[in-house]
């Protein structure tokens, strides 16, 4: 069975460029999550969607930062226009739901901002 | 949610047994600990997860005294493809909750 996928791997951009990051969950997944891990840390979350429904995005920067989950699958993360702070790996995660709250991360995007 | 404290760093040899013990003083009664791993360069995996007592599967056990303030992880016979980072988390029995990581602990092995 397939992972989590995402894609790009690797992303390297100059400042105030716009970038888009695309997860592809776990089929039969309805819980997606982006998160963001900067060096040495642990993952931040950014949001949460059940199915295509944004549930949790109380830690997104909603002045560059927006994400899509239009058929309760696939989502996208975007930024526009992407700062020199936002130098992260973008990991997207999935979970069944329901009383099963373990999550699988894909591997992440690797942001470099120039 | 219940914040963790677990060593920044850890050393071991190849072979012995590692033990990674995170405090979590505010448990909570509806709460579990979950341990995840992370390799560079891949997202964190889950490796056990536990509410009390002692919970053991083929990677790890994870052992909880019955306060539940703290716990410990303990991988048999580590191996160098066990360096990696160990998240504690304490998650909420509601299904679907985000994760708090903290910073967590990365693990050594040498040969």
């Known amino acids: 069975e397939a992972g989590v996928v995402q894609s790009p791997r690797y992303k390297i951009i100059e400042k105030k460029q716009p970038v888009a990051f695309w997860c592809n969950p776990i089929s039969g997944h309805n819980t997606l999550y982006w998160y963001l891990q900067n060096l040495g840390q642990g993952p931040e979350l950014l949001i949460r969607y059940e199915n295509e429904e944004a549930v949790d995005d109380s830690q997104l920067p909603k002045d560059r930062f927006s994400a899509e989950r239009l058929k309760g699958v696939d989502s996208t993360l975007k930024i526009q226009p992407a700062e020199l702070g936002d130098s992260a790996v973008y990991l997207c995660?999935?979970?069944?739901?329901?009383?099963?709250?373990?999550?699988?991360f894909g591997p992440g995007t690797r942001l470099t901002v120039l | 949610l219940a914040k963790t404290t677990q060593p920044i760093s850890m050393d071991s040899y190849e072979g012995q047994e590692v033990n990674i013990t995170c405090s979590h003083n505010?448990?909570?009664?509806?709460?579990?600990i979950t341990w995840y791993q992370q390799f560079p360069s891949q997202g964190p995996r889950f490796i056990i997860q536990g509410y009390k007592t002692k919970v053991t599967n083929e990677v790890a056990s994870l052992f909880i005294p019955a306060d539940r303030k703290s716990s410990t992880l303990s991988l048999p016979r580590v191996s160098l493809s066990d360096t990696a980072v160990y998240y504690c988390?304490?998650?909420?029995?509601?299904?679907?909750?985000?994760?708090?990581f903290g910073k967590g602990t990365r693990l050594s092995v040498i040969a």
């Open positions: 505010n448990i909570a009664t509806n709460d579990y």
């Open positions: 988390l304490v998650v909420r029995n509601s299904g679907n909750t985000p994760l708090v």
């Open positions: 995660a999935s979970s069944l739901g329901g009383d099963n709250n373990e999550q699988f």
